[in-house]
């Protein structure tokens, strides 16, 4: 009702209306109204976000300097300690064999993920029978819960009974088991294979995505011009699909760097820590030997290298668009 | 919510006082209870944890928990987490102040607790561990203090299979010579003389530790010659293909399939495995103790099973009632059933023949009860540390080729 009177009151100032004696002050106004409705449609997602996401990563820099162990939980008493926990995670033996492994495992598995990603969705461009269908079929991997992907790829990879092992025995010029899961030098193969087959649906789906995006008559005036094939690729597909890789590559970097099930599911980070990374130590620090300090410590470096990488990649990005 | 939860249980407190009680199965059944049998008073219901969560574990507890609770004249609300859980379901409940009336704990884990303060001694309530095997009450006590009573125990020893060995000829071993040899005769095309699991988790500590110990070996300091001896043996039947590389990413699980599935001809594990062995068609299997270094040489096995517990729940009341539950848990009458069906030993010896006459496939890990040697023994709380040394030496020497001392010496000092 009253928003009716005060409508009209820019109409009628100077007339009835004036001899009321002044606006209505406080909540009443017209302007810290809506600053309060604005406040109050901001409460929520700001209060989710304080309580989702900045007390979480606060609550672990907070550990990351604290002695907290499984007496913290019953008394309540984590002693501050400085720098102790990153002395001590960073001056591990174990931590430059973590970061190289996680540098690889996430170098390996991004390159792979996206190479085969990149080709299949161009091979779906085409159509031909059942493409539809294949395509849905190529989700699966994605689908599957990844507890099972794990126990499923450790039983295939075993290395007396495993159905791999088996099949190569069949091929002429094999005679060797290969210990896929037992061996330093296979084992992080193995697990950046698994993780390999489990990425190429996002990327496929995601780059399928881009593709659709780029017209055709671009390829139409494209092949009078002469470009077919790998040239119509390079010179259309590339650059107009650039946006859509830089998104899949930042996302995947991002989730390849905080695998932890998968490693756990096949190798548990061994064999002697052949298959060690940042996130399978630092959760082997909180969750094994419940030194949730020295883990929160490491889970916070984790934290500063996926910033990083965000931020390069975004830079590289914006740059690449500026020009 | 610690204040919600004190008032909500001292209004069900008050709501019970105005009830008539009939406890008529109080004192009735548990002969020596503790504190003569107070009783439930104002106690209605216990909350009870453990982690006995498959069959037939789970009924099995369930029953005896029931059977207690009216024995003590309360009715028990028991949860069951898987095992990997506990701790953490432990360490939220510690924080929240919700920890349950009793708990029960994986004997290694029970100084580490202790050691929080979470734990009430049980000599508040007049219990004492009369009668158990030494290093069962070892691993229940922290800093001289009792704080769990564990009814009956396991431990690993050497399972075979019958057919392949007799088709080979071969005996069951009794010493180190004795199990190359024998795992040697054992091992064919499709088949490894042996099966244990060296995976990088406690689970592997636990399995080599009969071996580090039956050798002299110590885990206050890894990094000797017993030791390294005990780990060339096992660096030696998977160099010689009597066991397979895979030993370093077996479970106690994957290992009892393997041998299960005739892929093994022996294997190291425990008695708990019997439910799945027995199940499987056409495997006719025996046990014997492990075999020792030298035939002069007695086993030392470490012993596992879980042990009773009363946690701080602030409530004296409530505590004193949970206490009398835990020693109903622990009776004589109780032992010698959860044991004969179980497949467990009790953890009083004086116990341990009448359970062998019932249940003759327990004599093998039964014989090994007087040297049975706590993993807490000597570290208490520090036993993890030492467990990821061990686990982590095995693994170097198995897979990188590693000369066993010098793997044990790096471990060492690495943790």
Redesign the interface.
């Given at each position: 009702m009253s928003s009716v009177a005060e409508r009209r009151t820019p109409a009628s100032s100077s007339s009835a209306d004036a001899g009321r004696g002044g606006r209505p002050r406080g909540l009443r106004s017209p302007r810290t109204r809506a600053r309060v409705l604005e406040l109050m449609f901001l409460a929520p997602a700001t209060l989710y976000l304080l309580l989702f996401f900045a007390y979480p990563v606060v609550k672990n820099v907070v550990m990351g300097f604290q002695e907290y162990?499984?007496?913290?939980?019953?008394?309540?008493e984590a002693p501050w300690v400085g720098l102790d926990n990153y002395a001590a995670v960073l001056g591990?033996?174990?931590f430059s064999r973590a970061l190289l492994n996680t540098v690889l495992f996430t170098v390996g598995s991004i390159l792979g993920q996206f190479v085969l990603g990149l080709a299949i969705a161009v091979f779906f461009q085409r159509r031909f029978p059942l493409s539809g269908a294949l395509r849905s079929l190529l989700l699966l991997p994605w689908l599957v819960p990844l507890i099972v992907t794990s126990a499923v790829w450790?039983w295939m990879l075993?290395?007396?009974?495993g159905v791999v092992n088996r099949t190569l025995e069949l091929l002429p010029l094999v005679d060797a088991r290969p210990?896929w899961?037992?061996?330093?030098s296979l084992a992080l193969v193995a697990v950046i294979v698994v993780n390999i087959w489990i990425g190429i649906p996002f990327n496929t789906t995601i780059l399928y995505g881009g593709l659709q995006e780029v017209p055709e008559e671009l390829y139409e005036a494209g092949s009078l011009d002469g470009a077919t094939g790998w040239k119509a690729f390079r010179h259309i597909t590339w650059p107009l699909l650039r946006p859509v890789v830089t998104v899949v590559l930042v996302l995947g970097v991002v989730y390849t760097l905080k695998v932890l099930d998968i490693i756990l599911g096949l190798?548990?980070?061994?064999?002697?820590?052949?298959t060690q990374t940042l996130s399978t130590q630092s959760y082997e620090l909180s969750?094994?030997?419940?030194d949730f300090g020295q883990g929160a410590a490491l889970g916070n470096v984790l934290i500063v290298i996926s910033l990083v990488f965000a931020v390069v990649y975004l830079r590289a990005n914006r740059r690449a668009v500026d020009e | 919510m610690v204040r919600r939860g004190t008032s909500r249980r001292a209004l069900a407190a008050a709501l019970a006082l105005g009830v008539p009680v009939a406890l008529a199965g109080c004192g009735g059944s548990d002969g020596g209870s503790a504190g003569g049998g107070g009783g439930g008073g104002d106690v209605e219901s216990l909350r009870v944890l453990d982690y006995y969560n498959n069959e037939p574990d789970k009924t099995v507890y369930q029953a005896l928990l029931d059977a207690c609770g009216e024995a003590v004249g309360v009715s028990v609300e028991r949860e069951t987490v898987p095992g990997a859980d506990l701790i953490s379901t432990v360490l939220q409940q510690s924080s929240s102040q919700t920890l349950p009336d009793v708990l029960m704990l994986d004997n290694p884990d029970l100084q580490e607790i202790a050691a929080s303060g979470a734990l009430a001694p049980l000599g508040d309530f007049g219990i004492t561990a009369e009668g158990y095997a030494d290093g069962v009450v070892e691993a229940s006590s922290y800093e001289g203090d009792l704080y769990g009573l564990q009814p009956v125990t396991n431990t690993i020893a050497l399972f075979y299979n019958e057919a392949l060995l007799a088709e080979a000829g071969v005996e069951p071993p009794t010493t180190w010579d004795e199990l190359e040899t024998a795992a040697a005769a054992l091992t064919t095309e499709d088949t490894y003389g042996l099966a244990f699991s060296a995976i990088n988790t406690y689970e592997g500590t636990w399995q080599f530790l009969p071996f580090m110990w039956s050798n002299g070996g110590d885990e206050t300091d890894i990094a000797t010659p017993e030791t390294a001896e005990a780990l060339q043996l096992w660096v030696d039947l998977v160099g010689s293909g009597s066991a397979s590389q895979s030993v370093v990413n077996w479970s106690q699980a994957d290992v009892n399939d393997q041998f299960a599935a005739g892929n093994a001809a022996m294997q190291v594990n425990g008695p708990w495995q019997f439910p799945v062995l027995d199940g499987t068609e056409g495997l006719d299997y025996g046990v014997v103790p492990l075999p020792a270094p030298s035939p002069e040489e007695t086993v030392v096995a470490p012993f596992g099973g879980e042990t009773w517990t009363v946690p701080q729940t602030g409530d004296p009341d409530r505590q004193a009632v949970a206490a009398e539950l835990v020693q109903c848990l622990n009776e004589d009458d109780t032992v010698v059933d959860l044991a004969t069906e179980r497949g467990t030993v009790p953890t009083k010896p004086a116990l341990v023949d009448p359970v062998v006459q019932e249940a003759p496939a327990i004599a093998p890990f039964a014989e090994q009860l007087p040297d049975l040697r706590a993993r807490t023994g000597q570290l208490g709380a520090e036993w993890p540390t030492a467990a990821t040394a061990i686990y982590t030496a095995v693994q170097d020497a198995l897979v990188n080729g590693t000369d066993p001392a010098e793997a044990l010496a790096a471990a060492q000092q690495g943790s």
């Open positions: 162990t499984t007496r913290t939980f019953f008394t309540g591990s033996s174990l450790r075993d290395q007396d009974n210990g899961l037992t061996s330093t190798t548990g980070g061994g064999p002697a820590n052949a969750f094994r030997q419940f | -």
